[in-house]
C-alpha cells in the first residue's frame, strides 16, 4: 500500500501497455462524445485526425486506468482536486497502443488537511511508434502514513 | 449549423440539465477509475468526498456530452487540441442534477491551417444547488463558413 511518503520527487511508474479497440471507442464516444470522427471510420479518415480516432476523454479515462492498475490502485488516494493541464497531442487511432508513465514532479503535505499530501504527476502516454499522444498534469491527495510531528 | 464565425466572444451556450444515477456513476468507475469512493455508497460516505462521488472524469465526459448537446453537435467542430485546465471543484454525489455553459473567450483564425479557426470556451457545472462543480477551459478547432480573404 503506498502512502504519500512513497511518492518521492523523481519517482516514475511505468503503465502496462493497452490496446484502442474499435467497438470500446465507438461506445464510449456513443455515450459521450458523438463527434463522426470519434464514431465512424470513414468520417474520421475524412476528418484531419485521419482515421477512427478516440474522443481525448476517452483516451484521457484509459489514461486514469493505467494509473491505477500500475500503482494508485493500491494506494491512499483520496481523489484529485482537478487537472492542471491535458494536451492531447496526436489523435489516438483504432489499433493504437499506447504505454505510458506518471512522474513524482512535487510532493508536499497539505496546509489546510492534516494527515493528508499533495502530488502532483506529469502523466504521458505514447503510442506504439513511440509518440507522445497525451501529456497531461494532476495532483492526487494521498492519506500519510505517519502523522506529522509537532 | 454553427461554424468559427458563430462563436463571436461572449457568446453563452446553456447545458440541458442531467441527473447522475448511481448504477452509470459506478459503471463508468468500474472501467476506468475503480477508487472505493467512486464505486461504493459506504466507502464513499467515509471518503472526504461524503458520499457516492462520481469519478472526475466521468463528471468531465459528461460535460462533453452536455457540450455536444447544447450546441457542438451541430457545428463544424474538428475537435481539440487539448484541456487548458479542468477544477474539479466539489464532489458530484449520486442524484446530484447539474446544469452549466459554455462561454466563448477567445476566438481566431488558425496562422498553421487555413480554413480553420480556434475557439477558446470556458465550461462551468453547477449542482442543483447552484454550486460550482467543474471548471474548465478548452480550446475547439472549427471550420470556417468563409475561406479568409487574401
Avoid at 24 to 35: K, P
Avoid at 58 to 77: C, E, P, W, Y
Amino acid at each position: 500500500m503506498l502512502y504519500f511518503e512513497d511518492f518521492s520527487e523523481g519517482r516514475r511508474f511505468e503503465y502496462q501497455p493497452v490496446e484502442l479497440k474499435p467497438a470500446t471507442m465507438i461506445a464510449f464516444a456513443s455515450e459521450f462524445d458523438q463527434q463522426p470522427m470519434h464514431l465512424d471510420e470513414e468520417a474520421g479518415k475524412r476528418s484531419i485526425l485521419g482515421g477512427l480516432a478516440a474522443s481525448g476523454w476517452h483516451t484521457s479515462a484509459i489514461g486514469m486506468r493505467m494509473m491505477l492498475d500500475a500503482f494508485m490502485g493500491d494506494s491512499s488516494s483520496q481523489g484529485s482536486p482537478g487537472i492542471d493541464f491535458m494536451d492531447w497531442k496526436k489523435p489516438v487511432i483504432a489499433g493504437d497502443v499506447l504505454s505510458g508513465f506518471s512522474l513524482v514532479v512535487e510532493a508536499r503535505r497539505s496546509k489546510s488537511r492534516p494527515g493528508l499530501g499533495i502530488v502532483k504527476f506529469r502523466n504521458e502516454l505514447m503510442n506504439q511508434r513511440g509518440e507522445p499522444v497525451t501529456v497531461s498534469e494532476c495532483s492526487v491527495l494521498f492519506r500519510c502514513r505517519e502523522k506529522e510531528q509537532g
